[in-house]
């Protein structure tokens, strides 16, 4: 039975593509009306859940 070899380091999970394996993302953080732009947040990547593994695989 032969295994097609796809990948060499690991073919069950892949980093996420959005936080690159963190499972976090910098967040913009604004305040007021205009929107201004304070600052930047770390919280938690919605693509992965903050697991840093991309949930569908291709
Ligand atoms: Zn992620």
């Known amino acids: 039975m032969a295994t097609p070899e796809t990948d ?12 690159h394996g963190t499972g976090e993302v910098a967040r913009t953080v604004r305040v007021g009306r205009k929107r201004r732009a304070v600052g930047e947040q770390s919280g938690i990547c919605l693509n992965c859940l903050g697991t840093g593994a991309q949930p569908h695989p291709g």
């Open 8 to 19: 060499t380091r690991t073919a069950e999970t892949k980093d996420c593509p959005v936080c």
